[in-house]
């Protein structure tokens, strides 16, 4: 197991270049199972879910190869393997096993889903709209059961706007027969991504990126050639960290339009920001201010950034209220915060910092994958050296972390723990 260590204090100049969605590439990779001939997507970041992804195509029989950030996939051998154990259990984005699977053979077994601890996210929604296409849904010791004689079109309401539904039902209905309409869906960017790929491969889809998708099922769907888009939320965590510490930073391969929210909250605070078609210049040139976030469904200020912007607002004038309305116990990342002289205290599902202060370096544990990039931006702007446990979280989203922040003029390097360590880490 290793560590991450941060010198902090060290400002940034420069570019950096922005990965390909990770949030899109758990959903594409597990699309391909709908396809009869090959897919090759483009630009995937090298990530451990894709990795983990990519093993488990290769478990139902697909052929996978990985050139650079390209990966070919060819579906056409893959059986209706039962998954219930192993790798699937790992991350949270292979229950896009269950529409891809059950699109394509009417049947699928899988696991519940691990990844990240963000408090209950249960996949109630994704259930309701695989019944309501037709399947039979029930839970054997611990695996979600799949099975559907045929899957007929349907008129499916989410209660909650959820990605994760929204895209699972969508790989389930591409290939059933008549119309389905999703309402209340979720308009994420990522939901686009997908809906380009699966209409790449012969579907028929209108209207992803709104509340109402509607989709026209068809026989059979062949391979095709997908790039995709860049990272959201890795574009937004190193926009935050040139705000915190940064003198001028080009963020290179980013849509401005995917971080709005985020980009209104440090014009706000007094950072300046030029953009244009994918570049993002960021300049901190004064002391900058405390503001209020609620964090929002899309377009609204994204729950994976509320950690990172918390480290940033440690640095601000006055008392700033972090509210997260879409995981409430998204807030481990505060006594660890704590650790390192944050002024924070949690309140319900809000987290009122006051600032601004100086953060101390400190031993602390990324508890989920936003956490770590929270703590990696309060490392860099501590005092001395910061050592972060709990990589295999960062790794799960956070391509060349170590090697971005140093082009930046960061100092950061990963080290193997000692036997003490691990049992320590392993026993807090």
């Known amino acids: 197991m290793e560590k991450l260590l941060i010198e902090g204090g060290h400002s940034l100049r420069g570019q950096v270049r922005i990965s390909g969605a990770k949030n899109s590439a758990v959903a594409l990779l597990p699309a391909a199972i709908l396809a009869e001939t090959p897919v090759t997507i483009e630009g995937l970041p090298h990530i451990s879910d894709v990795d983990t992804l990519s093993h488990l195509l290769e478990e139902i029989g697909g052929k996978v190869v990985k050139d650079g950030r390209d990966v070919y996939i060819d579906p056409s051998t893959m059986i209706s393997m039962p998954l219930p154990n192993g790798k699937v259990k790992k991350l949270r984005a292979s229950y896009y096993f269950m529409g891809a699977m059950l699109g394509r053979f009417k049947k699928a077994v899988i696991g519940l889903p691990g990844g990240c601890h963000l408090g209950p996210r249960p996949i109630d929604q994704h259930i309701k709209g695989f019944e309501a296409l037709g399947a039979q849904v029930t839970n054997e010791q611990g695996a979600i059961y799949l099975r559907a004689d045929e899957l007929k079109g349907a008129r499916i309401y989410l209660d909650v706007v959820s990605v994760g539904a929204t895209i699972n039902i969508m790989l389930a209905a591409v290939k059933a027969k008549g119309k389905t309409v999703i309402e209340n869906a979720a308009k994420e960017p990522e939901i686009i991504d997908v809906a380009t790929l699966l209409t790449s491969m012969g579907a028929k889809i209108k209207g992803a990126g709104t509340d109402v998708i509607r989709i026209e099922g068809v026989e059979t769907l062949s391979g095709c050639q997908h790039t995709i888009i860049p990272d959201r939320i890795e574009a937004g965590t190193y926009t935050i960290l040139a705000a915190a510490m940064g003198e001028e930073v080009l963020i290179d391969n980013v849509i401005p339009q995917h971080l709005e929210s985020l980009l209104a909250k440090l014009r706000e605070m007094g950072i300046t920001i030029e953009s244009n078609d994918d570049q993002l210049l960021i300049r901190r040139d004064k002391p900058i201010q ?14 994976d950034l509320q950690q990172p912007f918390t480290s940033l607002l440690t640095q601000a004038r006055g008392t700033g209220v972090v509210t997260d309305t879409i ?102």
């Open 290 to 303: 405390a503001v209020d976030v609620k964090t929002l469904v899309f377009p609204g200020f994204p729950t």
């Open 327 to 428: 995981y409430g116990a998204r807030f481990k990342h505060v006594d660890e915060l704590r650790r390192m002289n944050a002024d924070i205290k949690v309140e319900g599902s809000s987290a009122i910092v006051t600032g601004p202060v100086q953060l101390e370096g400190a031993r602390v544990k990324a508890t989920d994958l936003r956490a770590g990039a929270a703590l990696v931006i309060a490392g860099s702007l501590a005092r001395g050296v910061t050592e972060i446990t709990g990589l295999e979280h960062i790794d799960r989203g956070y391509e060349d972390l170590v090697e971005k922040l140093n082009a930046l003029g960061g100092h950061a390097w990963r080290e193997e723990m000692t036997e003490a360590e691990i049992e320590q880490f392993q026993n807090s």
